[in-house]
């Protein structure tokens, strides 16, 4: 069972099973990961704001299946050879790219192949001209990851402290998280905002200098 978190972050973050964090946010999506065979026509698509471990998900079944992982701001009309696929960000799907994008579909679906998906919102929003693609991609089933409960935003925050080789105290994530927004965007923000000043003013990194910063949002 993964225990810790991470997310969407470009650098310096942990993407190991090991450094997942299940909570009730994100269950749904992780639970469903763990048995491909049971999704319907086997193909799903994860959906959740920025941040939220989408790309950590992708990046777990991804290593545990062997799939070819591909972003769909990049597809091409090349026929993959492995069984499953993972396409991220489909809502970046280009218009040039929304025939690739049916052929690939339509070939997993011949060869009983697997196709997981993630996108930031669910298939009815995505800006797909060709019909018969956004017909296929609308009838996909969806895993909403929602925004962070207090234990998450916890385990979120003390997690983006680790990944810049920060350790503070447990309180501060307690503390930070029940005076920012709800969001992993937030949390995101905070931590950055932390260390960056921290370092700027030579001055230890803790619920002090958290509530100067949040009395003093700019």
Known sequence: MARQLSFDWPTGVALGPDDFFVAE?????FAMLEAPESWPDRKLVITGPDGCGKSHLARI????????????SALQDTMPRASTIIVEDM??????????????????HNTDGTLLMTAATPPSRWPIALPDLASRMQATTIAQISNPDDALLQALIMKLFADRQISPQPDLARYLATRIERSYAAAADIVQRLDE?????????????????LDNPS
């Open 25 to 29: 946010p994100n269950a749904q999506a």
């Open 61 to 72: 079944f991804q290593n545990r299946t062997g799939g070819d992982l591909l972003d769909a």
């Open 91 to 108: 809502e970046t799907l280009p218009a040039a790219s929304e025939e690739a994008m049916f052929h690939l579909h339509n070939h997993l």
């Open 197 to 213: 000043q921290a370092l700027a003013r030579g001055r230890k990194l803790n619920k002090r200098l958290a509530a100067e910063l």
